[in-house]
Nanobody, 127 residues
Framework: QVQLVESGGGLVQAGGSLRLSCTAS????????MGWFRQAPGKEREFVAA????????DYADSVKGRFTISRDNAKNTVYLQLISLKPEDTGAYYC????????????????????WGQGTQVTVSS
C-alpha cells in the first residue's frame, strides 16, 4: 500500500517562498514518475508540475512556469516542489501523486494517470 505524506505548506505573503515535500513509502519510489496538483476552494483540481521516474524530464503548468521547481531525491524517497514569487492565486491545497505505471518516460498532466495521492498540504498566499 502506497503512502504519500506532504509537508511544507503554510501562510505566506505575496512574493514569498515555500518548499513542499512529499515522502513516499510502500512502492519502489525510483521506478515511478511523480506529480503535484493543487485545488483551490470551489475549483477543480489542476496540474502543477511533474517529474519522470529518472528525474530527467519535467513539466510545468504555464501558470507556474519560471516560479515553481520540481525535483526528487531518490535516496530519500522524496519529491519536492519549490515555490517562489508566490501569488494569491497560488492559494490552495497541494497534493502529490504517484504514477500508476512504472518507467513511463512521457510525463502526464492527467490525474487519471496517477493512482496514489497524498492527503494534501495547504498553501495560503496573502496579498
Amino acid at each position: 500500500q502506497v503512502q504519500l505524506v506532504e509537508s511544507g505548506g503554510g501562510l505566506v505573503q505575496a512574493g514569498g517562498s515555500l518548499r513542499l515535500s512529499c515522502t513516499a513509502s510502500g512502492r519502489t519510489f525510483t521506478s515511478y514518475g511523480m506529480g503535484w496538483f493543487r485545488q483551490a476552494p470551489g475549483k477543480e483540481r489542476e496540474f502543477v508540475a511533474a517529474i519522470s521516474w529518472s528525474g530527467s524530464s519535467k513539466d510545468y503548468a504555464d501558470s507556474v512556469k519560471g516560479r515553481f521547481t520540481i525535483s526528487r531525491d531518490n535516496a530519500k524517497n522524496t519529491v519536492y516542489l519549490q515555490l517562489i514569487s508566490l501569488k494569491p492565486e497560488d492559494t490552495g491545497a497541494y497534493y502529490c501523486a504517484m504514477r500508476r505505471t512504472a518507467y513511463r518516460t512521457v510525463i502526464s498532466r492527467g490525474p487519471d494517470e496517477y493512482d496514489s495521492w497524498g492527503q494534501g498540504t495547504q498553501v495560503t498566499v496573502s496579498s
